[in-house]
């Protein structure tokens, strides 16, 4: 049968067409007119081809942001990951205790970011922060505006008690669509509290597993407001993320071009490995099915 | 393998029961022998799958005692009961293959991998999934998942009893005919106690050698498919077996004569004194023949169903049953009927109650 076009149905999304366009579409082009351009008072633009990215890429101060970002990433999701699991493993199923704990879990992801980032860095004052001034009082030398790993141990502390929230509750609700007669007949069949996790949950829970996972690596590769209201990105340039950098080198310092190039090349980044976190995933799950 | 006794056994799934009605198994002593074919027959909801969980430790009951043998089990995990039970909905573990599936339950009591193979091409061979056992068990039909859960409750050779509760819901009609054939075969090949759960009283009269009837929490009859068809012990019974279930209608009872509503007499052929409470006659449509003398019935509808046809009609304002051999004439234009002698039963309060004294026939 021959299928009807209509092409009415373009005219219906024309509106959010033009939304997305001031948005997103034009201010993303701004970005790359100042990427291949050089910039002076005035609105005088000068072509500069792909300097400002070979600059870039060559930039050492740009590959030290991008290794702390990555090591940043991968601490996060090794952390939030893993915990999250086993905090959604251990949630009340039902009654009353259930929604408390749901309640609960949901706070922090309601906290706005910088005010995250005020919460801890008052936390974590040795003066007056119930965390630092405990653990001076512990006798152990903490300050994060002086030392790069106490900083650092902030900063992620952070973010786990930020985030493992969410990986937490998605998990739940991979958790809570598993019927009961599974749990009754891996018990009738005498299977392990690891064996249990390893054939029911797991499998259950891989869908959102995975939601959670790219969730959490593309927000972590992204992060920018809670480190900069706690540290600033420092001590010296120890907490300067990517995108603290890009904010540094494009409103700091008003090096537009370099900072242009530097956040299209950031962009593609997220989107390519997001591109490829994904089609592995379901890749495997068709070829899982196929078999 | 082990009789299984039922202790004063009963169970509530609220804390804290008040009345008869919190509870969904009502007090109940019962033995299940030793290498017996049991089908536990009941509408939903009466509480058959409360007392399967409770006979295989997924459940504790509320009170009383579970006995394999003379051990006492009641606090006793499932691991330790040694019982093998098949859900209603397949079971299976998805990311592992067929032969893993059935493999499971004896690799986790750690079983020599010679056995397991053995023992695995053995039951992949009864449900007839040989060909699929490397497969994933994701992504097959749910008919061959329920055989993979059915293969997985068999491969346990030494277990104390299989429970089914209603396994073959999911199964279409063919295979649910056959895969009832091989359980019934395996329970003679290995006399394995097995308790079937169902609804379907056609499953339950063919699997079982003993049917248990409950109604309401209750075990209202416990017989062999006979016993249940000819004497039903309670009106729900009646009701539940056969097809048409049995008629009742309620009748006075004065000796050995039942007085209906409009005036007429049934001779019941035995005595039972006079009867407090609900009193009904219950006549199975089988055991009601059309006559020229008898009672008036209105004839509603008349059905073919092949071997035979069922007159719906109504006896004195109550719906009437009768089964009419597929010869038999047609019924005239004021049709009466009678029923065969000794057929009748009589209920006081919806339970049988036995005759007194027969008495011999004039």
């Known amino acids: ?291 | 393998m082990a009789q299984i006794t039922l202790e004063n056994l009963a169970h509530s799934y609220s804390a804290h029961p008040k009345s008869d009605s919190d509870y969904a198994l009502k007090e109940m002593t019962h033995v299940w022998q030793d290498g017996g074919a049991y089908a536990l027959l009941g509408s939903s909801g009466c509480g058959k799958t409360t007392l399967l969980n409770i006979i295989s430790g997924l459940l504790r009951p509320s009170q009383g005692r579970i006995l394999f043998g003379d051990r006492d089990v009641t606090d006793a995990p499932t691991t330790e009961r040694n019982i093998a039970q098949v859900f209603q909905f397949p079971v299976v573990y998805d990311t592992m293959s067929v032969r893993d599936n059935l493999a499971f339950p004896l690799r986790n009591r750690g079983m020599d991998a010679a056995y397991i193979k053995t023992r695995v091409d053995q039951i992949a061979r009864m449900i007839g999934m040989e060909a699929m056992l490397s497969r994933k068990a994701q992504g097959l039909t749910a008919d061959a998942k329920q055989k993979i859960s059915l293969g997985r409750g068999m491969v346990r050779e030494d277990v104390n009893a299989i429970l089914f509760d209603e396994p073959l819901t999911v199964i279409d009609p063919h295979m649910k005919w056959e895969l009832r054939t091989q359980l019934k075969q395996l329970h003679r090949q290995f006399g394995h106690t097995m308790i079937y759960v169902t609804h379907d009283q056609t499953e339950a009269l063919t699997f079982a050698d003993k049917v248990v009837v409950m109604y309401d929490g209750r075990v209202v009859q416990m017989g062999t498919p006979e016993e249940l068809f000819e004497t039903p012990a309670h009106t729900f019974v009646g009701y539940f077996i056969g097809s048409p279930g049995m008629n009742f209608i309620d009748a006075k009872i004065d000796g050995h004569r039942a007085m209906l509503i409009g005036g007429t007499q049934v001779d019941l052929g035995a005595h039972y004194g006079t009867l407090a409470g609900r009193t009904r006659i219950g006549i199975r449509p089988e055991h009601v023949v059309l006559s020229d003398q008898g009672l008036p019935v209105t004839i509603r509808r008349i059905e073919d169903v092949g071997r035979h046809r069922i007159l719906r009609a109504e006896l004195s304002g109550t719906p009437f049953n009768i089964v009419l051999p597929e010869d038999a004439p047609p019924p005239g234009p004021s049709p009466r009927v009678a029923f065969l002698p000794g057929k009748i039963g009589v209920y006081a309060d919806d339970w049988r109650v036995a005759p007194q004294a027969v008495e011999r026939a004039a």
């Open chain 1, 1 to 291: 049968m021959q299928k009807i076009q209509n092409n009415k149905a373009w005219f219906l999304v024309l509106p959010v067409l033009a939304l997305v366009a001031f948005s997103a579409v034009i201010p993303l082009m701004t970005v790359v007119n100042y990427a291949f351009n050089d910039t002076f008072g005035n609105n005088e633009f000068f072509w500069a081809g792909l300097e400002w990215f070979d600059e870039m890429i060559h930039s050492s101060r740009l590959h030290g942001a991008l290794g702390r970002q990555i090591l940043f990433s991968a601490i996060v999701l090794a952390i939030e990951v893993p915990l999250g699991i086993f905090v959604a493993l251990n949630m009340p199923k039902k009654g009353f205790w259930s929604s408390l704990v749901l309640v609960v879990m949901a706070l922090p992801l309601l906290i706005p970011f910088n005010v995250v980032g005020t919460i801890w860095q008052i936390f974590g004052r040795v003066d007056i922060g119930l965390l630092g001034h405990t653990l001076e009082a512990l006798g152990l030398d903490y300050n994060y505006v002086n030392d790069p790993i106490d900083a650092w141990a902030t900063v992620i502390v952070m973010d786990v008690w930020h985030w493992t929230s969410l990986v937490a509750l998605l998990c739940y609700a991979g958790l809570q669509s598993i019927p009961q007669a599974y749990y009754q007949a891996a018990r009738i069949d005498q299977a392990s509290r690891w064996a249990v996790f390893r054939y029911i949950e797991l499998p259950k829970m891989k869908g959102v597993l995975l939601i959670a996972v790219l969730l959490r690596f593309m927000d972590s590769f992204m992060i920018y407001t809670e480190p900069f209201v706690l540290t600033g990105g420092g001590p010296g340039n120890a907490t300067t993320f990517l995108s603290i950098d890009l904010v540094k080198m494009a409103v700091g310092q008003f090096d537009l071009g370099p900072a242009a190039a530097f956040s299209l090349m950031y962009f593609l980044v997220i989107l390519l490995v997001s591109w490829v976190f994904y089609t592995v995933m379901t890749s495997m799950d068709k070829a899982e099915a196929a078999q």
